[in-house]
Antibody
Framework: QVQLQEWGAGLLKPSETLSLTCAVYGGSFSGYYWSWIRQPPGKGLEWIGVINHSGSTNCNPSLKSRVTISGDTPKNQFSLKLSSVTAADTALYYC????????????WGRGTLVTVSS | SYELTQPPSVSVSPGQTARITCSGDALPKQFAYWYQQKPGQAPVLVTYTDTERPSGIPERFSGSSSGTTVTLTISGVQAEDEADYYCQSADSSGTYLLFGGGTKLTVL
């Protein structure tokens, strides 16, 4: 059974860089698209960006200047970096597996909470 | 910027049919997908490519599409269906993904 697990620093100060990693357990990293999504407390879902099995990335235009997504195929992991965080970046961050060219997300991690506070 | 629009809330009694809509200009060009999210849980895919249903999802969940609007229909709603529902699609070029604002389904 394939599972995804996210981890990273849970408390950041404004202007710091958010750094999260997602590991894929029990399944292949290759052949899929891997996305990051976030959800501020009490609010809706926001797609952050995606990396595919060959390392190509794409990001939400509203976040593109601050987002870096990278992959480590041998480790079955991919990572998110979000620079210059503010309180508005406080959210539950999910990683998810994309299929059909990344068009939809059929498997999600449980999410990890990142809080930005001075 | 491109948006997907959902009603904030829908309420139905048990056994009735719930319909949740999602509107967007690019929906005639791009497939839509629906996710169910219960409190404290990650979203779960309930329909894909407009009308298909993943294995394990009850038959009472179905999707449809007409022009710039897609609809998630839940027939014979049960108390366990109370959740937030999100539509998801892509922009007209298929470059990036986006979600609707979400609809809270309340089972009265």
């Amino acid at each position: 059974q394939v599972q995804l697990q996210e981890w990273g620093a849970g408390l950041l100060k404004p202007s710091e860089t958010l750094s999260l990693t997602c590991a894929v357990y029990g399944g292949s990293f290759s052949g899929y698209y891997w996305s990051w999504i976030r959800q501020p407390p009490g609010k809706g879902l926001e797609w952050i960006g995606v990396i595919n099995h060959s390392g190509s990335t794409n990001c939400n235009p509203s976040l593109k200047s601050r987002v870096t997504i990278s992959g480590d195929t041998p480790k079955n992991q991919f990572s998110l970096k979000l620079s210059s965080v503010t309180a508005a970046d406080t959210a539950l961050y999910y990683c998810a597996r994309g299929v059909n060219g990344g068009g939809y997300l059929d498997l999600w991690g449980r999410g990890t909470l990142v809080t930005v506070s001075s | 910027s491109y948006e997907l629009t959902q009603p904030p809330s829908v309420s139905v009694s048990p056994g009735q049919t719930a319909r949740i809509t999602c509107s967007g200009d690019a929906l005639p060009k791009q497939f839509a997908y629906w996710y169910q999210q219960k409190p404290g849980q990650a979203p779960v895919l309930v329909t894909y490519t407009d009308t298909e249903r993943p294995s394990g999802i009850p038959e009472r969940f179905s999707g449809s599409s007409s022009g710039t609007t897609v609809t998630l229909t839940i027939s014979g709603v049960q108390a366990e269906d109370e959740a937030d529902y999100y539509c998801q699609s892509a922009d007209s070029s298929g470059t990036y993904l986006l979600f609707g604002g979400g609809t809270k389904l309340t089972v009265l």
